[in-house]
């Protein structure tokens, strides 16, 4: 059935970077599109980025577009959540999500890891 | 953008009660909703996809109905492990949104 860790979250000052990852394990992880979603603290979901199996589609919420970046590695099944200019409203938990074919929503998450936007 | 709104925020059941969440959009979607439950510190856990449609492995005392606009997950029977966050999904068309979310409590 397949999992997602991700991992790379921490606290970081206000203008800094992070980079998150997420290890797909469990299922041919080349042929799902991807995506992430975070939670902030009190509030409710919000997704983040969607990248296309192939690495060809990109789409972004425009809270972040401009300073996140989403990419994967096929070959070593991780896909990852570049981070720039984060600010105090970045805090939350920060989701991987698998998309079930012909973008149907997702049928797999991760556990989350943190991020705190602090100074 | 298609905003959802969801409702109750909070809800709380006796085991046996029947609960009803739901989740209007604010346009059209078709079907194009789904509902997810979470336990805290846990992954989300998908539960009914397209609207209706229950997942492998989830207790038939769930279920989903609605298109268009209006949808509604109906949870019978309740059960204390059914204590969790719902929510809804739209992925209708990019940016992807969700339902504030449910908190049922079991008392």
């Known amino acids: 059935e397949g999992q997602l860790v991700e991992s790379g979250g921490g606290l970081v000052k206000p203008g800094g970077s992070l980079t998150l990852s997420c290890a797909a394990s469990?299922?041919?992880?080349?042929?799902?599109?991807m995506n992430w979603v975070r939670q902030a603290p009190g509030k409710g979901l919000e997704w983040l980025s969607y990248?296309?199996?192939?690495?060809?589609?990109?789409h972004y919420a425009d809270s972040v577009k401009g300073r996140f970046t989403i990419s994967r590695d096929n070959v070593k099944s991780l896909f990852f959540l570049e981070m720039y200019g984060l600010r105090d409203d970045d805090t939350a938990v920060y989701y991987c999500?698998?998309?079930?074919?012909?973008?149907?929503?997702?049928?797999?998450w991760g556990r989350g890891t943190p991020v705190l936007v602090s100074s | 953008e298609t905003t959802l709104a969801q409702s109750p925020r909070f809800v709380s059941a006796t085991p046996g009660d029947t609960v009803i969440i739901s989740c209007k959009a604010s346009q059209h979607i078709d079907d194009d909703l789904n509902w997810y439950q979470q336990r805290p510190g846990e992954a989300p856990i998908f539960i009914i996809q397209e609207a209706k449609a229950l997942v492998r492995g989830i207790p038939p005392r769930f279920s989903g109905s609605g298109y268009g606009t209006d949808f509604t997950l109906t949870i019978n029977d309740i059960q204390s492990e059914d204590a969790a966050y719902y929510f809804c999904?739209?992925?209708?068309?990019?940016?992807?949104?969700f339902g504030q979310g449910t908190k049922l409590e079991i008392k």
């Open positions: 990248i296309r199996s192939s690495s060809g589609a990109k």
């Open positions: 469990g299922f041919s992880f080349r042929t799902y599109d």
């Open positions: 999500a698998r998309e079930m074919a012909g973008t149907s929503g997702f049928d797999l």
């Open positions: 999904l739209q992925h209708d068309d990019f940016p992807y949104t």
